[in-house]
């Protein structure tokens, strides 16, 4: 957590280590989670006070059968037409 005399502001707390924090360019938050604390998402985005999978359920899923997969995810890019 953070100091109460600190300039930080804590939007959320997560369940699990993060990544990385990634604030695009049209204000979407997408958090990588740390492979080391096994989190059943790799990714996810922050809205709305909730963490949703990104980009769906299938891709950052730790027990998905997709075809692509989203693994061991700790860098996420963001550009101004795509993350």
């Known amino acids: 957590m953070a ?3 600190s300039n930080f502001e804590v939007f959320a707390n997560l ?3 993060s990544g990385e924090i990634k604030a695009t360019t049209n204000r979407r938050i997408i958090i990588s989670q740390h492979q080391f ?3 059943q998402y790799t990714a ?3 809205k709305d006070q909730t963490l949703l999978t990104f ?3 299938e ?3 730790a027990d ?3 075809a692509t997969k989203l693994d061991s995810v700790l860098h996420i890019g963001s550009y101004s037409n795509a993350v």
């Open 59 to 61: 891709m950052p899923a």
């Open 55 to 57: 980009p769906n359920k």
């Open 37 to 39: 604390y096994r989190p």
């Open 15 to 17: 369940a699990t280590g």
């Open 3 to 5: 100091d109460s005399n």
């Open 64 to 66: 998905s059968a997709a």
């Open 44 to 46: 996810v985005q922050y």
